[in-house]
């Protein structure tokens, strides 16, 4: 039985991950084989809330058929991340704690709840659950604290940003690109 309820009868769609890396092999989902981790970003349309339904692959396995807890706590982390960037804060970690309460199977699929719960003009403080998506159950939580940044000076191209990332670009590079054109 599945108890995801994000479906677009609910106003759930799915969206693209925001331009948080530049390229090349994701430690997290890269490589050729498919076989690690597998991110799906669904958005509320009314209430803007960010979750994503994650497949662990056997490139994930710690205990015999079970996801690795540096696995789980990098999904958590990187879907964390995920809802700052489209709230339009990007972020870097600057702290993370997280807490396993059951094993995650290899091969299932869960869901990667967030919350925001706190956001300063330089910080922005956030929860998640990793929650199975077949029972229910909440396999880990994480609380993570996360430093904005400029997403140009942390090096991500300018062309893949939209419009709603330029508030945080530092008003020296603005006025460094404008004298250039």
Known sequence: MNHDLRTAADGWEEIVKPPMQTGGDQFLTGGSGGDRVTISYLRHRESGEVAARVTFGTGCEGPPGR??????????DEVMGAAAWLAGRPVVTMRLAVAFRAPVLLGSTMMVETTV?????RIVTMQSRLVGDDDGKVHATGDGRYFAVDPVRLGVPRELLDG?????I?????HEEASQG
Do not use: F
């Open 67 to 76: 996801a690795h807890g540096g696995s789980i706590s990098a999904v958590l």
């Open 164 to 168: 709603s990332y330029e508030k945080y």
């Open 117 to 121: 719960l706190k956001s300063t003009r």
């Open 170 to 174: 530092n008003p020296r590079d603005r």
